[in-house]
């Protein structure tokens, strides 16, 4: 029995090394079907509802057209436009979506609001990105690395930037994988503690290394895999200057990548802002595996949705 059936994606924190194995499993056999035009319509009649509070180019991109090509369909929903906007609770909106629909995937700011979303939706809750965490991307990024590397477990990532959400993320990606990981940010702007202790506890039982730190070089040496991010998030455009300037001696280079594992491959979530948090030579060049990355999303997803949503 699929023990995923029914289940929300909040926080990869919430699924077991086991299960989480499971989905990229099922992401690569989804994606050979994919490639080999083998049916796999899975959700046949099913829809889901994909409300936005953020700007997206992957994430709607990929769950729409993965949703499509299970059978299903997918929805379009500016948060601006539905009464949510206009002051209906969450609660509300989740009970009414869920009579309609068989899945909400929801991008938004707060992570409370979509763990409230979950308490009152009847139907699976998936997290396309809150300020906190963004699980789904992450097991693209496991894909992803997998598929280059041909295992997780032992390597190490090296995640140069801003402690944010994508950060968090995968500090639970890596410590349920196994993989060893090496988080350099700067004072002020390091991963929040909870988050840290939380991927600790998950990193016991397969134990896997989290070292937090200030000193980039030091989380990049012998890395085999090279990660960072933005460095103003969505909703932090404001503090671009200020950041700018913190996070330089951050940047993910040719001069800082030089003490890596000589085969590092280099992932971002995207979109990427080429002289900022990465120079164009490393994101452009042979060890970026970026756009496999992105493409992962929609495999990743499609395997997401199917094994919450299939019946
Ligand atoms: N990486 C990512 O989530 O991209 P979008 O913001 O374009 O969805
Ligand atoms: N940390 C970034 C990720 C974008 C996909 C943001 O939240 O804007």
New binding site residues.
Partial sequence: KNALKGRDLLSLHDFTPGEINYILDYAAELKQKQKEKVDHQLLKGKTLAMIFQK??????VSFEVGMYQLGGHALYLNAGDLQLGRGESIADTGRVLSRYVDGIMIRTFAQSDVAELAEYAGVPVING?TDLL?PC?ILADLLTIREHKGKLAGLKLAYLGDGNNVCHSLLFGCAKTGMNISVAAPEGYLPDEEIVTAARADAVETKSEIVITTDPKEAVAGADVVVTDVWASMGQESEQQVRANIFAPYQVNARITAGAAPDFIFLH???AHRGEEVSGEIIDGAHSVVFDEAENRLHAQKAVLGLLMAD
Avoid at 55 to 60: K, N, Q, V
């Fill in positions: 700007s997206s180019t992957r994430t709607r990105l963004h991307q979530c995207l979109p």
